[in-house]
């Protein structure tokens, strides 16, 4: 039964969740300035996503696994505590003098070897502490933690440069895991009952880390749902690794970069204030499909722009627009799954999602340094220069375009599809499957770590 409490722990998850990411935005911040400086390139930030999303495509499938058979506070726990082992590696390498760039890729990959774990966690868990009437709200608000903290960030991560360095900031980030694992372990979050659906796909690890996929697949309509979302996240995902490098390239000042990144954390500050008060549309559909067709226009406009203030409306329209369809979905998802197997189906709705975006982190660094950005003034240019201008950035811009407008055309005809249109109404919600089906208490007691609950 969820109470008062319930819903007091997810506040405090998501201040402690707002907390962490303020101090990996300031480290995050403080290396990329310092990277892109010193080598002038965009493909070196552009790998390092790639050797972030690596991990989250390869290990999602045991994350789920662990969300579902573990205490989830254990598995969000280890996850922090992972992170904060690659936080004190690149400590060390900063602090010795010895930093080198793959030092960062095997960091990176590293914390997201561990961060993968909290994704499934957490989102299986709000489905044990928010009542479905108020998920979209609570989703919404989880949509402006990375906002939030993108807006105190840039404005506080300057100062913290100038006065501590880099490994000044990498400690504060260090500090931040810190307070989250030590959060997570005194809060409590129930544990779901076992569904007909959960006793049906119980078994070994590896089989169940490809539950979620049999599960998805044999609700067809969902399944091409996240395929689509494989389209969108390779043609959105991969330019925005590009968002550093664009904006410098833009604006040559590192102030103005500060100011646009902290614009483009507030539009999705405001569309998840928005969306949380509002609540989406029903069927949610409408509201996942609508917003990623409006999202997909204004980043082409952000493509087009050439002045600051051009760049931070067109970057904060963007931004608006993404918590309404990423609230939506997820509580679209976690009214249909049953809560003892959401763990592997989100995993799985991530890897899927995500499938194609390692080869878009591949793509997107070289066409931005050796294609577009080189193509700038060369015969033919004069074609496209009315869009996105002459000057530095401005291959980089006609990429963001062509990205923007392609999905906008693939958002369109796969909305124009009525099975889309009609999936929350063929997919009968977790409560109608399982009513009919007395619950047992979920997994074996050996199975979870020895810890006090």
């Known amino acids: 039964m969820m109470t008062q409490h319930s819903l007091r722990t997810f506040y405090t998850l998501i201040l402690t969740q707002v907390f962490s990411l303020i101090g990996s935005r300031i480290s995050g911040l403080a290396i990329s300035i310092w990277v892109f400086n010193q080598t002038g390139d965009a493909t070196p930030l552009a790998l390092v996503s790639f050797f972030f999303i690596v991990p989250q495509v390869v290990a999602a499938g045991f994350s789920g696994v662990l969300a579902d058979r573990w205490d989830r506070r254990y598995v969000m726990m280890l996850s922090d505590a992972g992170q904060a082992v690659g936080t004190v590696l690149l400590f060390i390498s900063f602090a010795s003098g010895g930093f080198q760039l793959w030092h960062l890729y095997a960091v990176t990959f590293l914390q997201s070897i561990f961060g993968v774990f909290q994704g499934p966690a957490f989102q299986a868990s709000v489905t044990m502490l928010v009542p479905d009437e108020k998920r979209d709200s609570a989703n919404a608000i989880q949509q402006v933690t990375g906002p939030v903290a993108g807006i105190i960030a840039p404005a506080v991560a300057g100062f913290i440069y100038a006065l501590v ?49 049999r599960y998805l697949w044999q609700r067809r309509a969902l399944f091409w749902l996240m395929g689509f979302s494989t389209l969108v996240n390779f043609l959105v995902g991969g330019v925005m690794a590009l968002e550093t490098p664009y904006l410098l390239a833009r604006t040559a000042d590192e102030a103005t970069l500060g100011v646009l990144l902290g614009v483009l954390n507030l539009g999705a500050l405001a569309g998840g204030i928005v969306m949380s008060i509002w609540g989406g549309t029903r069927p949610r559909i409408h509201t996942i499909m609508i917003s990623i067709f409006l999202g997909s226009i204004f980043l082409g406009l952000t493509g087009m722009a050439q ?23 997820m509580s679209m998802l976690q009214a249909k799954v049953a809560p003892d197997v959401q763990g592997r189906v989100f995993a799985a709705t991530g890897q899927v999602a995500m499938l194609m975006m390692p080869i878009a982190f591949l793509l997107v660094g070289p066409l931005a340094d050796q294609v577009f950005e080189p193509a700038v003034g060369q015969a033919g240019w004069s074609s496209v220069a009315p869009l996105v201008g002459s000057g530095a950035g401005a291959g980089m811009g006609l990429l963001l375009l062509i990205c923007g407008l392609g999905t906008a055309l693939l958002t369109a005809l796969v909305y124009a599809v009525p099975a889309v249109r009609r999936i929350e109404a063929d997919l009968p919600d977790f409560e109608a499957e399982v009513a009919a089906t007395p619950a047992m208490p979920l997994v074996n007691p050996a199975l979870i770590p020895d810890a006090a609950d």
């Open 165 to 213: 360095g880099v490994t000044g900031a990498i400690l504060i980030d260090l500090g931040t895991f810190v307070v989250a694992v030590l959060v997570v372990f005194f809060v409590h979050i129930p544990r779901p009952e076992i569904s007909a659906e959960g006793r049906k796909m119980a078994g070994t690890i590896t089989k169940e880390m490809f539950d979620g996929f």
């Open 307 to 329: 002045t600051p203030l051009a760049l931070g409306g067109a970057l904060f329209a963007f931004m608006f627009m993404l918590p309404f369809a990423n609230a939506a979905a």
